[in-house]
T-cell receptor, first 113, second 114 residues
Framework: AQKVTQAQTEISVVEKEDVTLDCVYE???????LFWYKQPPSGELVFLIR??????QNEISGRYSWNFQKSTSSFNFTITASQVVDSAVYFC??????????FGTGTRLTIIP | DAGITQSPRHKVTETGTPVTLRCHQT?????MYWYRQDPGHGLRLIHY???????DKGEVSDGYSVSRSKTEDFLLTLESATSSQTSVYFC?????????????FGPGTRLTVL
């Protein structure tokens, strides 16, 4: 069975601080895929990134970066110089190659101006 | 914009009544999904479809049925709604057919069962 754990239920930081959202996963599949989604207060779900299990390179996109470590089964998400628009619920998700996407319970991030 | 609409966007109904939620896509994608979102649970897969008339169960399929008679429409039916089915329901599509590519979500339907 697959499992995604986002232990941080809520995080608050002051604007311009850096913040890291943790994601730990469990799977028996040798090939799997990891995702991050953002859900702003308006409610829609926005796709942020997909990583394959065979590609452990970290990724950076503007102020966003992702650190994938198979040794610790983690796929952490860092926002640098946070902004109020980053306030949202962030979900980490895992797929083992079939159609079933397993989501974590989400981390609510609040950026304080 | 993934071209996904959901209807209705909000619905209040009473226990025991049937409810159908509609997901419509404009991009002719093969794979479509229904999820529910509840506090403390994230999103959980209810059912998905991999083509017209081809559907399969997800993690929380009890009490739900689905139908897909056209590529563009995926219907979720609660035959007899219960209060435990009060939730926000999201439809999603997957672009491409090679592997678990990212899914893109509709705006959601907030369902309240009294």
């Amino acid at each position: 069975a697959q499992k995604v754990t986002q232990a941080q239920t809520e995080i608050s930081v002051v604007e311009k601080e850096d913040v890291t959202l943790d994601c730990v996963y469990e799977t028996r599949d040798t090939t799997y895929y990891l995702f991050w989604y953002k859900q702003p207060p308006s409610g829609e779900l926005v796709f942020l990134i997909r990583r394959n299990s065979f590609d452990e390179q970290n990724e950076i996109s503007g102020r966003y970066s992702w650190n994938f470590q198979k040794s610790t089964s983690s796929f952490n998400f860092t926002i640098t110089a946070s902004q109020v628009v980053d306030s949202a619920v962030y979900f980490c998700a895992l797929s083992g190659g079939n159609e079933k996407l397993t989501f974590g319970t989400g981390t609510r991030l609040t950026i304080i101006p | 914009d993934a071209g996904i609409t959901q209807s209705p966007r909000h619905k209040v109904t009473e226990t025991g009544t049937p409810v159908t939620l509609r997901c419509h896509q404009t991009e002719n994608h093969r794979y479509m999904y229904w999820y529910r979102q509840d506090p403390g649970h994230g999103l959980r897969l209810i059912h998905y479809s991999y083509g017209v008339k081809d559907t399969d169960k997800g993690e929380v399929s009890d009490g739900y049925s689905v139908s897909r008679s056209k590529t563009e429409d995926f219907l979720l039916t609660l035959e007899s709604a219960t209060s435990s089915q009060t939730s926000v329901y999201f439809c999603a599509i997957r672009r491409g057919t090679g592997g678990p590519n990212e899914q893109f979500f509709g705006p959601g339907t907030r369902l309240t069962v009294l």
